[in-house]
T-cell receptor
């Protein structure tokens, strides 16, 4: 079984540019999550999809962040325009039955905004 | 106050040692608890769920004390390969059905 795949693995962009991160969950996993770890801090929840619907987006920092999951398969997270404080590692995770049973995480996208 | 608090360490132990990590959480309504392991520059990986009755998986034992809102992880007979950051993770339920709250992690370094 293929795991959670994230692309790109690394991205370096200038402040003010746009970046789009992609996540392919494990096939058949309706639940897809985005998390972020900024330098020196704990991993924090951004949002949760159930299929194509946003179940919880309470962790999204501001309206510069837009997540989509068209068709309930892969998801994208766009940051526009990027700011320095957006630097960090963005993790995607998926689960079959929800958070009570733990997730499988992707290897993350390391975003550096300069 | 952080929702999940852990001693950041690092814990430096020799091979074969027993080491224990502790974690406290603030939301008394939390229902699900986990330990994840994260290697340097890698993704978190589920190590084990933590049940009220306590549970064991090989050299790893997890305990939950709901009254004190305290979770522990015990590693026996430490191996070099156990070196990693151990993340205490809580599903708060009340704050968002499937959201996980992570502690900042405890670093373990096992040396020969």
């Amino acid at each position: 079984e293929a795991g959670v795949t994230q692309f790109p693995s690394h991205s370096v962009i200038e402040k003010g540019q746009t970046v789009t991160l992609r996540c392919d969950p494990i096939s058949g996993h309706d639940n897809l999550y985005w998390y972020r770890r900024v330098m020196g801090k704990e991993i924090k929840f951004l949002l949760h999809f159930v299929k194509e619907s946003k179940q919880d987006e309470s962790g999204m920092p501001n309206n510069r962040f837009l997540a989509e999951r068209t068709g309930g398969t892969y998801s994208t997270l766009k940051v526009q325009p990027a700011e320095l404080e957006d630097s960090g590692v963005y993790f995607c995770a998926s689960s079959l039955r929800g958070g009570n049973y733990g997730y499988t995480f992707g290897s993350g996208t390391r975003l550096t905004v300069v | 106050r952080k929702e999940v608090e852990q001693d950041p360490g690092p814990f430096n132990v020799p091979e074969g040692a027993t080491v224990a990590f502790n974690c406290t959480y603030s939301n008394s309504a939390s229902q699900s608890f986990f330990w994840y392991r994260q290697d340097c520059r890698k993704e978190p990986k589920l190590l084990m769920s933590v049940y009220s009755s306590g549970n064991e998986d090989g050299r790893f034992t997890a305990q939950l004390n709901r009254a004190s809102q305290y979770i522990s992880l015990l590693i026996r007979d430490s191996k070099l390969s156990d070196s990693a950051t151990y993340l205490c993770v809580v599903n708060p339920i009340s704050g968002g059905y499937n959201k996980l709250i992570f502690g900042a992690g405890t670093r373990l370094a096992v040396h020969p």
